[in-house]
């Protein structure tokens, strides 16, 4: 099942998508799938998966508003988190290897961290990431995420 619902969204994302080395196969693929809804918004991607994205693409005729980073490793993560920071990305996809350790663990863990902070959707699997890719929520007018509170609370 394509995920249609998002296609004829009238406001357009800015979508940061990272993989690791494991898990490349599934965003390409997962991407693939996306790529007529994807195209119509900007992707950001750390530099080995935005450039396997950008390569899959091209293989299906598709153009796409591509923008790649770092690799992870080099800081690609970090580049993600700092425009979350700035509030320019929407929606991130980030399918993780959690099954092998990663070098550039405390950079991942940031990324995870600022999303949170800053109520960033992040889709850590396709499942979720079809489900909030096909969300009402980002044409509805009446929505207001609620942000964040970081208070006690007391009974």
């Not at 995870?112 to 979720?128: G, K």
């Amino acid at each position: 099942m394509k995920t249609e619902n998002i296609s004829n969204m009238k406001k357009q994302l800015t979508i940061a998508l990272v993989a690791h080395d494991r898990r490349k196969s599934d965003m390409v693929e997962w991407a693939v799938h996306n790529a007529e809804m994807l195209a119509k918004h900007k992707i950001i991607c750390t530099g080995t998966t935005g450039g396997l994205i950008q390569e899959a693409f091209e293989r299906v005729g598709v153009e796409a508003d591509i923008t790649r980073m770092n690799s992870g490793p080099m800081g690609g993560d970090a580049e993600i988190a700092a425009l979350v920071v700035r509030k320019q990305i929407n929606l991130a996809v980030f399918l993780i290897d959690d099954l092998n350790a990663q070098p550039h663990e405390a950079d991942i863990q940031m990324l995870l961290r600022q999303c949170r902070v800053h109520n960033v959707p992040i889709a850590c699997n396709r499942y979720s990431a079809d489900l909030m890719i096909t969300s009402t929520l980002w044409d509805n007018d009446d929505y207001e995420p609620t942000e964040p509170k970081y208070i006690k609370f007391d009974r």
